[in-house]
C-alpha cells in the first residue's frame, strides 16, 4: 500500500501526510511539480522528526508515476475524488493499491482521471465541497489498511 501526492500545494498537508505514512509505514509518492520548495519549513514542521522514518519517492510528473506503477509494477492506482459515485468503504482495496490524492486547489486533470484504475469518494454533506486532503487521505488510508490487514 501507497500513498501518492499529485502536485501538493500546501506544506503542512504534505509534511502532515509524510507523517501520517511514517506512523503507518506505508510508503509515500510525490508527483511534481510541488506548489512549494520541498525543503520548506513549514513543511519539516508538519513532519516533525518522523520525516526520516518515511519511505519517499519523488516524480517529475505524472507520465514517470504512471509509467513506474502502471506499466512495471503493475499496481492499481485509486483516486480519491469528489467525482466518483463508489463510497471508499464500499471499495474492495488490494495490498498493493496507490491511493492517489489530488492536489488541495485544483484535484487532478481529466486524463489522470482517465488513466486510473478506479476512483472513490468520501460521501459528504449535499453543501459540502472538499475534506481537507489530510483528513481525506487518512480517511481512506486507515479503511485500505483495515481492509488488508496492513496496518503495522
Known amino acids: 500500500m501507497r ?4 502536485q501538493p500545494e500546501i506544506p503542512q498537508n504534505t509534511g502532515t501526510l509524510m507523517r501520517t505514512a511514517a506512523c503507518l509505514e506505508v ?9 512549494f520548495v520541498f525543503s520548506d519549513k513549514h513543511l519539516k514542521r508538519a513532519g516533525m522528526d518522523y520525516l526520516d522514518l518515511v519511505q519517499i519517492e519523488r516524480h517529475n510528473d505524472w507520465a ?30 488490494q495490498p498493493d493499491d496507490v491511493l492517489l490524492m489530488g492536489s488541495e486547489g485544483a484535484g487532478v486533470p481529466q486524463n489522470v482521471h482517465d488513466d486510473v484504475d478506479a476512483q472513490i469518494t ?26 488488508t490487514q496492513s496496518f503495522p
Open 27 to 35: 510508503g509515500l509518492d510525490i508527483i511534481e511539480p510541488c506548489g
Open 64 to 93: 514517470a508515476f504512471n509509467a513506474l506503477y502502471q506499466t512495471k509494477q503493475k499496481a492499481r492506482i485509486v483516486l480519491v475524488t469528489t467525482k466518483a459515485s463508489v463510497r471508499y468503504a464500499d471499495f474492495s482495496f
Open 122 to 147: 468520501i460521501p459528504m454533506a449535499e453543501n459540502a465541497r472538499s475534506l481537507n486532503i489530510a483528513v481525506s487521505a487518512a480517511m481512506v488510508l486507515s479503511e485500505a489498511l483495515r481492509q
Open 3 to 6: 500513498l501518492a501526492l499529485y
